[in-house]
């Protein structure tokens, strides 16, 4: 079967930085989505890694290991802000996403 | 910019009822989905559509419909609602490159149904 894991909670502080980490078990691999969910609202498109490496966009950076079947996205200079759900999703061969459950990522001053 | 709207936002339904959740975007995106959240669960896919006058299922399509006659509008409709229906509904669309999506999903603002 087709598996996204990801920490359910984090805890950081204002000012730090987390890593969030999530592994994935799908049939095909077409791309890995970040997306940031805050309560209540609605997704939005964080970032997206189909080759190796890390990507970086501002204060977030996502990195992918296709061969670990792994990503991590990095968050830098916390805000309160940032205080949301991080969803992973993974673009399978039939290019249908398979989400993670979500990390709900509490940012404390 | 509008993008994706849903209504009704949230809605109270008894079991055994029906219900449409509308769905309309302004993006001119081919491919639309609906997908629903709960707890402790990721997203689950109900259906989508690649293109107007199609649709597919996804993981979850028991007790759903949809149709899509237009680019614009993909509703959802529950013939008989039960309560394991309750649930956030969320549509979205992408845009469609030669055939496969380019994977950025554009969400509405999600549509909290609780079946009673």
């Known amino acids: 079967g087709q598996n996204i894991d990801q920490p359910t909670e984090m805890t950081a502080t204002e000012g730090a930085i987390v890593q969030i980490n999530c592994t994935y078990q799908t049939s095909g691999f077409n791309g890995l989505f970040w997306y940031q969910q805050h309560a209540g609202e609605a997704p939005t498109f964080l970032s997206y890694?189909?080759l190796d490496g890390l990507e970086e966009k501002g204060r977030f950076s996502s990195f992918l290991s296709r061969s670990k079947g792994y990503s991590y996205l990095l968050l830098k200079e916390l805000q309160m802000k940032d205080s949301a759900s991080y969803l992973c999703?993974?673009?399978?061969?039939?290019?249908?996403?398979?989400w993670g459950a979500g990390t709900k990522l509490i940012i404390k001053p | 910019t509008a993008g994706i709207t849903q209504a009704p936002t949230s809605q109270i339904l008894a079991a055994g009822r029906s219900m449409t959740l509308r769905c309309t975007q302004d993006?001119?995106?081919?491919?639309m989905y609906w997908y629903r959240q709960d707890l402790g669960l990721g997203l689950r896919l109900i259906h989508y559509?690649?293109?107007?006058?199609?649709?597919g299922k996804g993981e979850v399509p028991d007790g759903y419909s949809v149709s899509r006659a237009n680019t614009d509008d993909f509703p959802l409709t529950l013939a008989s609602a039960v309560p394991s229906q309750t649930s956030v509904y969320f549509c979205?669309?992408?845009?469609?490159?030669?055939?496969?999506?380019?994977?950025?999903?554009?969400f509405g603002e999600g549509s909290r149904l609780t079946v009673l």
């Open positions: 993006m001119r995106h081919n491919a």
């Open positions: 999703a993974v673009e399978d061969s039939n290019y249908q996403l398979i």
């Open positions: 890694n189909v």
């Open positions: 559509s690649n293109t107007a006058g199609t649709t």
């Open positions: 979205a669309s992408s845009r469609l490159a030669g055939g496969r999506s380019t994977g950025e999903l554009f």
